[in-house]
């Protein structure tokens, strides 16, 4: 059985502009000790995805309009806050973007370590401080018994995202998100916070969804790949085989526009247009109007998902048979 | 060798802090020119003074010590009416394209406020026909000049961005990370217009950006920069493929990889970058090098120009 289990997640915000389809029919599985990446841009539905796994959602205007996510066979958005906050941080957490945003300034890290061991696990103070050093030490943090002391803005923005990491690792949870967690960060520190998350991810047999825009990250990171588009998964594919030979003339266009360092081209090929307006969808294909093999039928009604051999999965006319 | 179009000799820029006696060595002593119509990247990462460095060519920020001149003439003794005057041939396109557009004023505003500064004698049809001139030429539609900024996206912002950096007839415009806001199918196409700018304006681009790929992609010389220190410049090639520096290895080293198969050897940078505060002793670098040696501790490196012209601060052996 899979770990965890999304099955056409509906996730639409009411605001005064009109209904926003964030996530409209999102469907995929992640079994235990994988990583599934989601790639896309602003406003694919990528990190409204996650926080509905996570349901944290902001109620006043977000709304789960319909499907299910089965975590362990149980659907989440079925469960009554109180247990799902048993879930949350312990069983299922996350790691964001901007470590500092996500850290309390007032409190040392030590304590937001603790908080939620002592929360979770029962721990008492003793205890919690200990484990708290061993985290801290097991992502990598050096001298972790002076630094567990330390405020956030004490720290640099690795070591924060380490401390992020280490909270997010407290209640060893059988599922990790992370959403653009080396977007803030420089390069080289990048590759030292995604190779700590391949070693933990290893060492601890977690599954992780990785949530990001860098098609980079991806291909370091995942085991398979869902790229998103204006709240549709458009293609899913084991990594290797989506960077090989990609299906989805978005994903195709996605790839096309980063430069690569190891062969010039004299012009970036691109993706022409902008990303439809959440409000306002094409009734059909919703990549149609910036898709140079689009027709008439793209734009009739919506494309299905595609199962094609190998299980990999393609949202275009195309590919239908 | 082609003209120069702008030499920066020794620049320093020391920015103070709360506390007295101690600055912030930003820039720390760089010297370099550049050519004109070439692309000059630089790339670094975080605090190694590549935003300073480019503000500084344009005099944006007065130096601490050390000179820039454009077309042979030193800005630092420049009277503020003839700097006034320079300004029209030297531009800068920011980051935030939202953040450096006034969001009071429509396209319209933004655009003819150059021409209504330097050329008062123009009249407002002569403006109105060079505003939409322009408008056509980042690739936007005339009825988009009577908006304001927040009804564009990130990516036409930077259209608009380009257009008013344009807009003059600059010779030398310094771009600080104009695409690291946007997506990447934007970034494609706002890198493709810069390209199309820099041929039909016949540009020179000091090209601020730590993004590698596009680095290589968009720019004919390259700079690395860490610490406030140049740690080696050269051609693009030279750069990429001879990876002298052992920071530029690492550097390069880190870019993840999408197209090949083989992810070949990675070297991790351990530690983080220090402070520009307080600097390491000797080479800037040496405390993350692997390939640290005694005299790197303590002797600060200088650039040696290799055989190909590519130039290298490092104490190691290099040909």
């Not at chain 1, 003339?249 to 010039?264: F, H, R």
């Not at chain 1, 094409?282 to 494309?303: H, M, N, S, T, V």
């Not at chain 2, 370099?32 to 005099?59: A, H, P, Q």
């Amino acid at each position: 059985m899979s770990l965890l289990e999304v099955k056409d997640l509906k996730t639409y915000f009411y605001t005064d502009a009109g209904v926003g389809k964030a996530v409209d029919g999102v469907t995929f599985s992640l079994d235990k000790g994988k990583v599934l990446g989601i790639v896309g841009e602003s406003g694919c539905g990528k990190s409204v995805t996650s926080l509905s796994i996570m349901r944290l959602v902001d109620p006043t205007t977000g709304r789960y309009e319909g499907g299910s996510i089965l975590f362990e066979g149980q659907d989440i958005l079925k469960l009554p806050e109180k247990e799902m906050r048993k879930l949350r941080g312990n069983r299922i957490s996350m790691i964001f973007q901007e470590p500092m945003t996500s850290l309390n300034p007032v409190f040392t890290i030590g304590y937001q370590i603790e908080e939620s061991l002592i929360l979770h696990k029962g721990m008492d103070k003793k205890q919690a401080r200990e484990r708290a050093v061993e985290l801290l030490e097991l992502v990598g943090i050096p001298e972790a018994k002076k630094r567990v002391e330390e405020y956030p803005h004490q720290l640099s923005g690795g070591m924060r995202q380490r401390v992020m990491i280490a909270m997010a690792l407290a209640g060893d949870p059988e599922l990790l998100i992370a959403d653009e967690p080396t977007t803030a960060l420089d390069v080289t520190i990048q590759a030292q916070i995604l190779e700590l998350l391949k070693s933990l991810q290893k060492k601890l047999d977690m599954s992780i969804i990785i949530i990001t825009h860098d098609l980079g990250v991806i291909a370091e990171m995942a085991d398979e790949v869902a790229v998103m588009y204006a709240g549709d998964i458009v293609e899913k594919a084991a990594t290797r085989e989506l960077f090989d030979d990609p299906k989805h003339p978005y994903t195709i266009g996605l790839m096309n526009s980063i430069p690569d360092v190891e062969e010039d081209v004299e012009r970036l090929r691109t993706l022409e247009g902008l990303v439809p307006s959440l409000y306002d969808m094409p009734a059909g294909c919703r990549f149609a109007p910036r898709c140079r093999f689009a027709c008439a039928e793209c734009e009739k009604q919506r494309i299905r998902l595609t199962e094609l051999a190998g299980g990999r999965q393609v949202r275009c006319r195309r590919y239908e048979q | 060798m082609s003209e120069v179009l702008v030499d920066v000799k020794n620049l320093k820029k020391y920015f103070p802090t709360s506390e007295k006696d101690k600055v912030v060595k930003a820039v720390d002593d760089v010297s370099f020119r550049i050519f004109k119509g070439e692309t000059l990247g630089v790339v670094g990462e975080s605090g190694c003074g590549k935003s300073t460095t480019g503000r500084l060519t344009l005099k944006l920020l007065e130096p601490t010590a050390g000179s820039v001149s454009f077309k042979g003439q030193d800005l630092s003794g420049l009277k503020r009416k003839d700097m006034r005057a320079l300004r029209r041939e030297m531009q800068i396109i920011f980051q935030d394209p939202y953040a450096s557009l006034d969001p009071r004023k429509t396209v319209f505003q933004i655009l003819a406020e150059p021409y209504r500064i330097h050329h008062p004698e123009m009249s407002r049809e002569q403006i109105y026909e060079k505003v939409t001139g322009l408008i056509d030429c980042v690739g936007l539609r005339p009825e988009h000049i009577y908006r304001y900024p927040h009804e564009f996206s990130g990516g036409q912002r930077q259209r608009v961005g380009i257009a008013r950096a344009i807009a003059l007839n600059p010779e030398f415009v310094v771009c600080d990370e104009p695409v690291s806001a946007l997506d990447v199918s934007i970034q494609a196409q706002v890198i493709n217009l810069m390209q199309d700018i820099k041929k039909e304006f016949n540009l020179t681009y000091m090209f601020i950006s730590h993004d590698l790929r596009i680095i290589k992609h968009f720019c004919d010389r390259v700079m690395v920069m860490y610490l406030g220190n140049i740690v080696e410049i050269g051609s693009k090639e030279a750069i990429y493929e001879k990876r002298r520096h052992p920071y530029t290895q690492a550097l390069l080293s880190a870019i993840p990889n999408i197209k090949s198969k083989d992810k070949g050897e990675r070297i991790l940078l351990t530690g983080d970058i220090p402070s520009p505060v307080n600097p390491p002793s000797g080479c800037p670098f040496h405390p993350r090098c692997s390939q640290c040696m005694e005299i790197c501790k303590k002797e600060k490196p200088v650039l040696r120009t290799m055989e190909d012209g590519t130039q290298v601060a490092c104490h190691l052996e290099l040909s």
